[in-house]
Nanobody, 123 residues
Framework: QVQLVESGGGLVQAGGSLRLSCSAS????????MGWFRQAPGKEREFVAS????????ASLVSVKGRFTISRDNAKNTVYLQMNSLKPEDTAVYYC????????????????WGQGTQVTVSS
């Protein structure tokens, strides 16, 4: 399995921006589609965005379209989530995940997960 480590979370005011990073090791990064999920207190984990192995295709949650952008740098074994115009409802632990599928959006399709990074958006 691939090992994943997220970074970049923190506390930000509503309307602000954060960029999350996820560094991968242990396997060939470009063989994996990558995704971001989040889990707020008392809620189930939900899909946020994913990107295909080459980076040519992406998918995202409707509520983050136009605000969040997923990207990857296969040379650096890293996937990013640029989050703009943050809202208090974006507050959650954000998880990076890797899938052997070409492109995936379901949690069950992701076999490797990071430990998560906390994002808190104050109003």
């Amino acid at each position: 399995q691939v090992q994943l480590v997220e970074s970049g979370g923190g506390l930000v005011q509503a309307g602000g921006s954060l960029r999350l990073s996820c560094s991968a090791s242990g396997r060939t990064f470009s063989n994996y589609a990558m995704g971001w999920f989040r889990q707020a207190p008392g809620k189930e984990r939900e899909f946020v965005a994913s990107i295909s192995r080459s980076g040519s295709n992406t998918a995202s949650l409707v509520s983050v379209k136009g605000r969040f952008t997923i990207s990857r740098d296969n040379a650096k074994n890293t996937v990013y989530l640029q989050m703009n115009s943050l809202k208090p409802e974006d507050t959650a632990v954000y998880y990076c995940a890797a899938s052997r599928n070409t492109l995936a959006t379901m949690a069950g399709d992701f076999g490797s997960w990071g430990q998560g990074t906390q994002v808190t958006v104050s109003s």
